[in-house]
């Protein structure tokens, strides 16, 4: 297995192309897609970049994996998808987001709350393959409802539950979070062997360190901010709930979650042939 990682400087995202040498099949995690809010603009760079990546050293892309519905980077797995075929795979709680989500925005009844628009809808413990490596899928919801860590081989995949040791856990506080949740489903993460290596998907480059983004259980068990050092559930909870309290919205939060909630594709044109990313005034709460 080979894994090269893709870091973002505008959303501090890492995605992640995971290649079974064996046979030159391989899986996108948590792709980006470049939106500037301010204007509107829609690019490429991230995308490309990975697409650049995978045609040049002639690998065959079976998988778009999304960990979670991200509330921070809006998703390019359909343009990836377009240049490259795959399938885009999600947890099957992603039903639960759309649900909420839906209705915060006024979806409308064109809008599926099946995950029908994503190609493959994972359960707990469920299987897939990337050539001859086998991935299986545990369902980690706290920080969302859908999240999901992705075991391959000795390495593991944690979307946003779990930051590098130095910057602790996912937040709780968003619609369908809850920390004790996210407590429960960190420890389901950490009784993966010791050696188990852990590649996360954000970094914020705590005291202006380098960036990183791959670290181990045992690391996360003794030196994690949040989590490390036997800390009971209770006393989580407290400092989780207590710091969420103090954190803003991330910037891109309303158009991430409506476009990624759709598999990362766009709300249809309205009836002038223009895409609208709206957002309630009266924030997530609906």
């Excluded at 778009?64 to 795979?89: F, M, N």
């Excluded at 909420?100 to 709350?113: C, D, L, Q, S, V």
């Amino acid at each position: 297995m080979e894994i090269e990682g893709f870091f973002d400087s505008q959303t501090n995202t890492i995605s992640y192309v995971v290649t079974d040498v064996k046979t030159a099949q391989c899986a996108v995690i948590d792709s980006v897609l470049d939106f500037d809010y301010a204007s509107g603009k829609i690019e490429y760079k991230n995308a490309d970049s990975i697409i650049s990546y995978i045609t040049e050293n002639k690998l065959t892309l079976q998988w778009l994996v999304e960990t979670h519905v991200h509330a921070d980077h809006l998703s390019a797995a359909p343009y990836i998808q377009k240049q490259l075929g795959g399938k885009i795979a999600i947890s099957r709680e992603i039903i639960k987001v759309q649900d909420i989500f839906g209705k915060i925005f006024n979806a409308g009844t064109e809008f599926e709350r099946d995950g029908s628009q994503f190609d493959l809808l994972l359960g707990d413990n469920d299987s897939y393959q990337i050539g001859t490596l086998q991935a299986t899928a545990i369902h980690t919801p706290g920080h969302t409802p859908a999240c999901m860590a992705h075991i391959v081989g000795d390495a593991v995949f944690v979307g946003d539950t779990l930051f590098m040791p130095d910057g602790g856990t996912a937040r709780a506080d968003f619609p369908g979070g809850d920390a004790h949740m996210l407590y429960r489903s960190i420890q389901k993460i950490l009784s993966l062997p010791d050696e188990t290596k852990l590649f996360v998907c954000h970094d914020y480059m705590p005291n202006g360190r380098p960036v990183s983004w791959q670290t181990t259980i045992a690391e996360q068990k003794l030196r994690n901010i949040h989590i490390g050092g036997n800390i009971t559930e209770a006393e989580f909870v407290k400092l989780r709930e207590e710091r969420d309290k103090t954190l803003s919205s991330p910037k891109l939060i309303m158009p991430s979650i409506r476009v990624n909630m759709r598999a990362g594709n766009m709300p249809p044109s309205e009836d002038n042939g223009s895409t609208y990313l709206k957002l309630p005034i009266s924030g997530l709460k609906g």
